[in-house]
């Protein structure tokens, strides 16, 4: 079964940047519409970022404009660049994705991954 795996978080001091990574677990599988979502803990689920099949960006703001969305030309990671990290930025971000697969043909819609920790120290 194809997962969307992140990478990239970690624990960092504030002010510090990071690129957090997705990518499918099954390389015949592209990513189309993709989100960045964090949850910190006692909190809900919170919208960081939206990127369209394509290629529109979308932000809330709950990062003051401190990050990016973007999808590389081969459409196999999605990335969230991350500034100005400040501690109340400490969540567990999770990736959400449309994949596709042409051999097979196959499609799958908003598929969860698993979560990379952010850790921002004061």
């Known amino acids: 079964q194809v997962q969307l795996v992140e990478s990239g978080g970690g624990l960092v001091q504030a002010g510090a940047s990071l690129r957090l990574t997705c990518t499918a677990s099954a390389s015949e599988f592209t990513i189309g519409a993709a989100a960045w979502y964090r949850q910190a803990p006692g909190k809900q689920r919170e919208l960081v970022a939206r990127?369209?099949?394509?290629?529109?960006?979308t932000y809330t703001d709950s990062m003051k404009g401190r990050c990016t969305i973007s999808r590389d030309s081969a459409r196999k990671t999605v990335y969230l660049q991350m500034n100005s990290l400040k501690p109340e930025d400490t969540a567990v971000y999770y990736c959400n994705a449309d994949l596709s697969s042409t051999s097979p043909s196959r499609r799958l819609r908003e598929l969860w991954g698993r979560g990379t920790q952010v850790t921002v120290s004061s």
């Open positions: 990127i369209t099949n394509g290629g529109t960006t």
